[in-house]
């Protein structure tokens, strides 16, 4: 139950704030415009499972997707191997992207599911920054 109220909490706000949570893509594309506005609790809706998170100053982050992933039961057994958490799952979707910034430039992959219809991010790497 709890769950399922914090997901009608996020969706209704969602709804209220025009975010939309209804892709992969989409979700990325409003937890970036989040940065621009310096907003926590905007960038906190992009994601399931964490209490906090720190932007700082306003920045624009301009990005490109350079692969997409839906996970099978191959790449779910890979990224669960390893013991990384929260653990993967079919059709989860990994998004590689190439993000710059005023203060780096670097590619990061971000790890979304869908919970009940809005796709939200569970776990991101950074790789390669500079």
């Known amino acids: 139950m ?3 109220l914090f997901l009608f909490s996020l969706l209704f706000s969602s709804f209220v704030s025009g975010e939309d949570f209804s892709s992969p893509e989409k979700t990325l594309a ?6 621009s506005l310096s907003d926590e609790k905007c960038v906190m809706q992009h994601y399931h499972g ?11 982050i ?3 997707i350079i692969k997409k992933i839906v996970y ?3 790449e779910a057994t890979e990224w669960n191997d390893l013991g990384i958490k929260p653990s993967a799952s079919i059709g989860d ?7 710059k910034s005023s203060k780096h430039e670097g590619m990061y992959s971000y790890n979304l599911r869908s919970y009940d219809g809005a796709w939200l991010i569970y ?8």
């Open 123 to 130: 776990a991101h790497s950074a790789w390669s920054i500079d």
């Open 50 to 60: 964490i209490k906090s998170f720190y932007i700082g100053e306003p920045q624009e």
């Open 62 to 64: 301009n990005y490109k």
């Open 72 to 74: 099978t039961d191959k």
């Open 93 to 99: 979707v990994r998004i590689d992207v190439m993000q």
């Open 2 to 4: 709890k769950q399922r």
């Open 30 to 35: 409003g937890y970036f415009s989040c940065f």
